[in-house]
């Protein structure tokens, strides 16, 4: 007989994570010379800012990681940035919104999207 039931894992416990928190490093980088702000950059939370970065353009376009102490200006090409208002931050990352599944729906969800969910469930 195995009437003892068994302890369900994947359904209680993991269904609401609290949002992961990072401690994360800003500081904006700006020319010494044209006072032309460059961006910001960011690093992990650590001994002052490492010399390679993230540097997140001021229009929030382009994000990529840099050499920030190499880059040039892009208004006077002078090749002397430096970083001001260095800030350690706490940043929330929460479960990313699929925009594809959070359209308002009505009557049964599509198959497509019950079987991706039981994945995901699953998984
Ligand atoms: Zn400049």
Redesign the pocket.
């Known amino acids: 007989m195995s009437s003892v039931p068994s302890p369900s894992s994947s359904a209680t416990s993991q269904q609401f994570e609290p949002p992961k928190q990072q401690r994360v490093l800003t500081a904006v980088l700006q020319?010494?010379?044209?006072?032309?702000t460059c961006g910001v950059l960011e690093s992990p939370a650590g001994v002052g800012l490492p010399p390679v970065a993230r540097l997140t353009s001021t229009d929030g376009a382009l994000s990529r990681l840099v050499a920030w102490q190499r880059l040039r200006?892009?208004?006077?090409?002078?090749g002397s940035?430096f970083a001001i208002e260095v800030a350690i931050v706490t940043r929330r990352h929460e479960a990313p919104i699929d925009m594809a599944l959070d359209r308002p729906r009505r009557g049964r969800p599509p198959r497509w999207l019950v079987e991706l969910r039981a994945r995901q469930e699953a998984a």
Do not use: A, I, V
Request: net charge positive.
């Open positions: 020319c010494r010379l044209c006072g032309q200006c892009p208004r006077c090409g002078s940035l």
